[in-house]
């Protein structure tokens, strides 16, 4: 049953919705029921975009029949929100938490960053799950298949490439107002660190971080880039639903760990990029199992296989696991990230491994594989 399942969505991968993303990661996908070779789901999309939803609709049906096995599919359009997709209010509604903050709209309104082609979150239901590693290890990942990449960390509660980069020099100023960014292992680097000080309260910094934002898409020279990783603030609220959707999103990968709370806010994670219309591109397990830095005996200290499971129930691509491991924190916290420093190493293995799924995706094909690119900070 769970192979059928996993073959399924195998073949709705290949199906592209309207934007060109693979129906798998549009966030449209319902549950699948399979039962006795029959197969059900529903796409539940907006209203207004029904017409351009019906051939990918008839082409969804198509390609899960041809699963062997398969005796027929039925897939059903629906044109509203299901209850489970967003614990959230529907988009137009007033958000949680008071009417100071914007309303969602349609992600339309973000306008493109000039020279860059596409601008991924990396985020989290919550804090200290790994986001900015993850972000860090992904970026230089997707380097290594040969894009220009840039990282932009918009984590206004804990702005970490700095730290992770060690980078201790601020950007300068090219003539008025446009900024210079960093450049360290093959990346273009920008913090809100640089921007927003660590003195600011808490308080102020959500209203302060559109702004900052903004800032840090336009007045800064990113140049040519294939990629540009953002790594996100945690959390589901209302700051993090205005900054999902003032950044001109091409897709929002979710990091968790196994643990079923985690899982828990990173289904929320989910359902905010749903309904700000970004696609999730999938979900990384981090510190999905324990591995020993002596034997390398792996174990499930928080037992395995929820993420897939998850990315599974969601209908979201899993990209990976990447191991709870010491040397990961430890190059991590000392500015020397595994992908760039121990490119040999297995850690790097998977990280590139996870850039290359999202790389498939936010390209739409496989592209040939690139000569790795070693370059020394
Ligand atoms: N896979 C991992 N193995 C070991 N330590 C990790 C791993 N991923 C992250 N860490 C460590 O966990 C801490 C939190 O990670 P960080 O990326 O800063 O999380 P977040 O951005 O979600 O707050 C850091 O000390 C980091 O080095
Ligand atoms: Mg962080």
């Avoid at 953002?230 to 993090?240: F, I, K, R």
């Avoid at 174990?299 to 990315?311: K, T």
């Avoid at 390209?363 to 370059?375: D, L, M, S, Y």
């Amino acid at each position: 049953m769970e192979l059928t399942k996993q073959q399924i969505l195998d073949s709705l991968a290949k199906v592209a919705s309207p934007d060109g993303a693979p129906l798998t990661a549009s966030g449209a996908l319902s549950e699948i029921v399979v039962s006795d070779g029959k197969v059900f789901f529903s796409l539940t999309v907006d209203a207004g975009a029904v017409p351009r939803w019906e051939p990918v609709r008839k082409r969804a049906e198509e390609a899960v029949r041809a699963v062997p096995g398969i005796r027929s599919a039925l897939v059903a359009l629906t044109a509203e929100r299901k209850a489970g997709a967003a614990a959230a209010p529907a988009r137009g509604a007033a958000p949680r938490g008071g009417a100071a903050m914007p309303r969602p709209a349609p992600r339309e309104t973000a306008a493109g960053v000039p020279g860059v082609e596409s601008i991924i979150a990396v985020a989290s239901g919550k804090g200290g799950v790994g986001k900015s590693t993850t972000a860090v290890n992904l970026a230089l990942g997707l380097r290594d298949l040969g894009l220009r990449v840039g990282i932009l960390d918009a984590d206004i509660y804990g702005p970490s490439l700095p730290k992770l980069l060690a980078i201790k020099e601020r950007p300068q100023t090219l003539g008025g107002t446009r900024l210079k960014p960093i450049s360290r292992y093959g990346l273009t680097v920008m913090s809100i660190g640089f921007l927003v000080d660590e003195e600011t309260p808490m308080i102020w910094r959500g209203p302060m971080v559109i702004s900052a934002l903004t800032q840090m898409l336009r007045e800064v020279e990113w140049g040519a880039l294939d990629a540009m990783v953002v790594d996100m603030p945690p959390g589901t609220g209302d700051a993090q639903l205005t900054m999902a959707q003032q950044v001109p999103l091409k897709g929002a990968v979710i990091v968790s760990t196994p643990q079923d709370l985690a899982l828990i806010d990173a289904r929320r994670g989910v359902a905010m990029f749903r309904r700000v219309n970004v696609p999730v591109l999938g979900l990384v397990e981090n510190m999905s199992y324990f591995q020993c830095p002596h034997c390398g005996t792996r174990s499930d200290i928080f037992g395995h296989g929820g993420a897939q499971h998850e990315a599974q129930r969601l209908g979201i691509p899993f990209l990976g696991e990447v191991p709870l491991h010491i040397d990961i924190r430890e190059k991590s916290d000392a500015g020397l990230p595994v992908v760039a420093t121990e490119p040999d190493g297995a850690h790097a293995v998977i990280y590139r491994d996870i850039a290359a799924k999202v790389r498939d995706q936010i390209t739409g094909a496989p592209a040939r594989p690139a000569p790795r690119i070693v370059i020394e900070a």
